[in-house]
């Protein structure tokens, strides 16, 4: 799935794992990892995430899964996106898909 679906205002850890792609197990290892990924327990102790936790669990999975980076990498990376406003970021990242889809489409031409 991919963030397009995000309607819902609050979403349980079953649900946000299987949106993110990983274990429920390993979002609450990242609860410990990284203080941006941080939901709200209800009275029932069941943790209920918000948009912005999930949109940090997209984030947080993109740089360890897909971009490989080790812990202390991204959590390094989620602090430095943290001091850049969300204008700066969103201009970054559209740089940085722009860049990747250029390098890939020479990839292809070469092969």
């Known amino acids: 799935m991919t963030k397009d679906k995000i309607t819902k ?3 349980s850890i079953g649900e946000v794992g299987e ?3 990983v274990e429920t197990h390993v979002l609450r290892y990242w609860e410990n990892e990284f203080s941006q990924l941080n ?3 209800n009275n029932a102790g069941r943790r209920t995430y918000t948009k912005e936790d999930l949109e940090a669990a997209y984030r947080i999975y993109e740089l360890l899964r897909v971009n490989k980076y080790t812990l202390a990498g991204a959590r390094q990376v989620l602090e430095n996106e943290g001091d850049a406003s969300p204008v ?3 201009i970054k990242r559209k740089e940085l898909l722009n860049l990747r889809l250029f390098l890939e489409n020479i990839r292809q031409q070469l092969a």
């Open 9 to 11: 205002l609050y979403y």
């Open 39 to 41: 939901p709200r327990k």
């Open 19 to 21: 949106l993110v792609g």
């Open 88 to 90: 700066q970021r969103s």
